[in-house]
């Protein structure tokens, strides 16, 4: 007869809880190897020092003897220099790519959950196919139709319009670009928030004398709020850190956005890291709150799946 | 339905929001097409269209099979993809269980731990691992290694999700039974509850291929030389600066491999939920859940 201390130690399968802690450990010790480690280096980086004759940075892992130096420096780079024109860049770019998804998002999320009746099947496998092309292939496919001599000019040229420089450095370009990305990744949370209404919902407010256009902004659009968010946060978090669209899109300095400066910092110019390390960081903290948010809806996800 | 009120009541119009629906597929997959059908040019051309032929795929100098850069990238990227599906799936499914099963103060730490990876910007991952494999873990030669440590870290949060999704859905009744019919503990896991797992595991390995060929920004932080080189890394360094119908057909055979991977997940998935019945959920929903 087991004694309670025996049971307690025992889950109700009868493996011991040491298993499960055993099972849980490789990854859980990967993890923080090569993820919370390497977070640290980069606070190492940027507030360690710069080797005096090799001119690379060299990380200082003890805190007590940390040099804030670049980091001020970018801070006031964002307040005032030139890093703070990349960053309201970057941030204006991100709005206007986010207000976009929304404006194309929305219709396409809402037909495909709620009016695509028999077609459903066939529309939900169209939306989800970008997922599965790569990104920079995707980005290819775009610099071959706006090249010099793409499609694009061509078909213009034959309607008689002068044909334009698409990837010579105009925002309009990135932000489109940043848009075709990213906008499935923000359709198909909304698509599962819409397709949990429950239509009977809708039916009790047509019943109760809404019109059609009232049961949309009065049930499913405060409904449907949630999925907006958490597809608002799934594509912002990448486009505050893409430096491969701009430089794919436009490549010029006038479009560069906060992620450029990083790949700059980092992969460019070895001199640079300690700047490179703090701008990341600096990124990481403006994003944070984003990223809470995503944390904790996840978390919450599970849980109610768990029970 | 009457102009007016289509015009005023534009969630009640299906022909319009149709319409908007119809113009998105387009605007979204034919650019995608358009490059594609391109790889299979004749000339040397990525706008007009001189006939078909497999030159970018075979025979010319610049071609897939014959330009060593295009060769590298292809051979690269499928290393790095299997080795990683064979480390993170392992890895993830141990986790999935562990984090399931163990109940103390830690698993919650750990749970939110396993999901910090997903959420990070790919930008600060890898500026995080350049850093250590440039200072800490000097050891650890940029390249394969470094790229190969990067891609299973990213990749075992994915493995966890799938994994414990299908963990919830078969609960514990069965391990149960199990052991009420006599299998120590060990065989009830061993037995019963890893077959049960089994499509959740091939699933893992067919998306962890998945989205180690897809990755761009970890593979392009920890890039050693030419000889690696990923095709998303090549696909970038020659978008704009060399741009040939070769490189579409670099572009169309990694495309050709992901699908290949997804409909392998896919039909298992649907394989085993077709025999479950109606108590399995759909594979294309199995796959979208894995944002969340």
Known sequence: ?307 | MSLRSAATNPWGSPRLLRLVTIAYVVWSIVPVLVAIQFSFNAGRSRTVWQGFSLRWYLTDAGSVARDESLRLALFQSVRLAFLTMLVATPLGVALALGLARWRGRGARAAGFLMLVPLITPEIVMGVALFMVFANLYDFVPFGTWAQFLGHVTFSISFVVIIVRGRLFAIGRDYEEAAMDLGASPAQAVRRVLLPLLAPAIFASLAIVFAISIDDFVISQFLVAGADTVTIPVRLYSGARLAPRPSLNALATLMLVITMAAITVAGLVMRRYNRREGAGGESAVRALTRLDF
């Open chain 1, 1 to 307: 007869m087991p004694t309670n201390l025996q049971a307690a130690e025992t889950d109700s399968v009868g493996l011991k809880d040491w298993v499960w802690k055993a099972a849980a450990a490789p990854g859980l010790v990967w993890l923080v190897l090569l993820f919370v480690v390497p977070f640290y280096a980069i606070l190492a980086i940027a507030m360690g020092r710069l080797h005096p004759v090799q001119l690379r940075p060299v990380p200082e892992w003890n805190p007590l003897q940390w040099d804030l130096g670049p980091f001020g420096e970018v801070w006031s780079g964002l307040f005032g220099g030139q890093l703070g024109v990349i960053a309201i860049r970057t941030l204006l770019y991100v709005l206007a790519a986010c207000a976009l998804s929304v404006l194309i998002g929305y219709p396409v999320a809402y037909f495909v959950a709620r009016k695509a009746g028999k077609r459903k099947g066939l529309f939900l496998l169209l939306i989800l196919a970008p997922f599965w092309i790569n990104y920079l292939m995707r980005m290819l496919a775009w610099v071959n139709l706006l090249h010099n001599d793409g499609f694009v000019n061509t078909a213009i040229t034959a309607v008689g319009l002068a044909p334009q420089d698409w990837l010579g450095g105009r925002p309009s370009t990135v932000i489109l670009g940043l848009v075709y990305g990213y906008i499935p990744f923000f359709i198909l949370p909304l698509y599962a928030a819409l397709d949990r209404i429950d239509g009977q919902v809708l039916e009790a407010a047509r019943d109760l004398g809404a019109s059609t256009r009232a049961a949309f902004f009065r049930v499913t659009l405060p409904l449907s709020k949630q999925g907006i968010l958490a597809g608002l946060v799934i594509i912002m978090l990448p486009m505050f850190g893409d430096y491969y669209t701009p430089n794919l899109l436009s490549g010029s300095p006038r479009t560069q956005m906060i992620g450029n400066q990083i790949d700059q910092y980092v992969n460019q110019t070895t001199s640079q890291g300690r700047h490179g390390a703090a701008l990341t960081l600096i990124l990481m903290m403006a994003v944070a709150l984003l990223m809470l948010y995503y944390l904790f809806n996840i978390a919450r996800v599970t849980e109610e799946a768990r029970e």
